[in-house]
């Protein structure tokens, strides 16, 4: 098997890459059991890169279905060190516009009976993962980088509210997570990043706000808005992902 040290994770809107030259699948089988889809090897300009659809590659996978742990244990297994998540997001303040990038840097987490951790009780001893700085600091550098050279606007600071999905939230909710200092809303955060740094994978994320979050405009948030935004939104995610890899 041929190692790539640089992995991205698709969330909804970016269930394959266009622009992936597919050298090869890898069919991954873990401990932890199967991840959400084969992981896919490939080119991104002259850098080689494996690409795994978070919800599938037929997006059927619900995020608290997700099998988080199957999905890190095989990337670091294929060779991943850093890692890339695309995450789709609802912005909570007004500068958090539909179809916006931002480079989060902070988490709070409020999923529940997700497994999250890959320590559990048995045989090693307890550790606990220093988590100060959910993300990796190099490589949000480089993404922030890689977005300035590129020309793409990204918002380079937020705190990221994990929820537990698949619904939507309520608005009293978004003002709960309002006042707890949530920037932006989404549901497949955590426990992605905190198994990443169980590995000791470098791991950052790219939000791209589909929608205001609950309560922030008039009227219901609609599929229909959500996958407009998106697309709109992974045009950006592309170019700024062609940018990044070089530079990692
Ligand atoms: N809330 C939670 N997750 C999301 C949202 C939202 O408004 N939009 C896209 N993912």
Redo the contacts with the bound molecule.
């Keep these: 098997m041929t190692m790539s040290k640089v992995a991205i994770i698709g969330g909804?809107g970016l269930t394959s890459l266009q622009n992936l030259q597919i050298s090869g699948r890898e069919i991954m089988h873990t401990p932890y059991g199967e991840p959400s889809s084969t992981l896919v090897r490939g080119k991104l300009g002259d850098n080689e890169v494996l690409f795994l659809p978070r919800h599938g590659s037929g997006h059927t996978i619900t995020p608290h279905r997700i099998n988080y742990r199957a999905n890190l244990w095989a990337l670091k297994e294929a060779g991943a060190e850093m890692i890339i998540a695309v995450?789709?997001?609802?912005g909570i303040q007004s500068e958090f516009q539909p179809g916006c990038l931002v480079i989060p840097d902070q988490i709070i987490d409020y999923t529940w009976g997700r497994s999250n951790t890959f320590f559990e009780e048995g045989d090693n001893p307890v550790i606990h993962v220093d988590f100060t700085w959910p993300y990796c600091r190099s490589l949000r550098q480089a993404l922030l980088t890689a977005a300035e050279q590129a020309g793409v606007g990204v918002i380079d600071k937020a705190t990221y509210g994990a929820?537990q999905?698949p619904r939507?939230?309520t608005a009293a909710e978004?003002d709960k997570l309002e006042a707890d200092g949530c920037n932006i809303?989404?549901?497949t955060g955590m426990p992605e990043a905190v198994l990443a740094r169980e590995l000791e994978a470098c791991y950052a994320s790219i939000g791209v706000?589909?929608?205001?979050?609950?309560g922030r405009h008039d009227g219901e948030?609609t599929m229909e808005e959500?996958e407009q935004h998106l697309a709109e939104g992974m045009k950006n995610v592309r170019t700024l992902l062609e940018h990044v890899i070089p530079l990692l």
């Design positions: 909804t995450n789709a997001i609802g929820t999905g939507l939230e978004i809303v989404g549901m706000v589909a929608n205001l979050a609950a948030i959500i």
